[in-house]
């Protein structure tokens, strides 16, 4: 006779620091991934920071080569010269990642053939938290929103995540509503 258990572990809740407002975005950004890859079932997208981690192992490798080539200094300026022009010239391309492509993207995600990118903004010393869910294709369709971040943490810091994914679940589905219309 065999008996079949079922555990659920239940996890623990988030506690953050209050007024540390880093700590606090990354747990809400974190929440954010967990709830469009899990709950509505998106695969996330990593080919833009699998790039930056390959240009930045490519400005090591440059570091690297300055510093160790075999040949001693005076001899050695022409590699020095093209190995720092290179890390410039890398360091570039990784900033207009970053201002230009990437911007305030936390996360883009894609499922079947509809792509997301989902943006977030939390001032320093503003308890607004401002999340906008957009067509990956169609920057146009977007829904944003902004809700202060007291509906999300107690007042020991323990992360309400429960109210938070209500509050994504009725945001996604006013984007799936727009998202439809456009098709």
């Known amino acids: ?32 991934v967990k ?15 699998y790039t930056k981690v390959l240009f930045g192992l490519i ?18 300026k022409p590699v020095l010269i093209l190995c720092v022009a290179l890390y410039v010239v890398i360091s570039l391309i990784l900033y207009y990642i970053n201002i230009f492509i990437q911007k305030d993207y936390i996360l883009q995600a894609s499922k079947s053939n509809d792509e997301i990118k989902v943006a977030t903004v939390l001032q320093k010393y503003d308890p607004n938290y401002q999340v906008k869910i957009e067509n990956a294709k169609n920057s146009s369709i977007n829904v944003p929103f902004s809700k202060s971040i ?3 943490f107690d007042t020991k810091g323990t992360f309400l995540e429960s109210n938070f994914h209500n509050d994504l679940s009725v945001q996604f589905k006013k984007f799936a509503k727009l998202n439809v219309k456009d098709k």
């Not at 065999?2 to 606090?24: A, C, G, H, R």
């Not at 709830?35 to 920071?49: D, E, F, G, P, R």
């Not at 090591?60 to 050695?76: E, G, H, R």
């Open 59 to 76: 400005g090591c490798t440059l570091a690297a080569i300055a510093q160790f080539y075999p040949i001693p200094f005076p001899k050695n």
């Open 1 to 32: 006779m065999s008996t079949t258990t079922t555990t659920t572990t239940t996890e623990k809740p988030i506690q953050v620091t209050l007024y540390d407002s880093n700590t606090i975005k990354q747990t809400l950004d974190d929440s954010i």
């Open 35 to 49: 709830y469009v890859t899990s709950a509505l079932s998106y695969t996330q997208n990593q080919k833009l920071n």
């Open 150 to 152: 007291d509906l999300y």
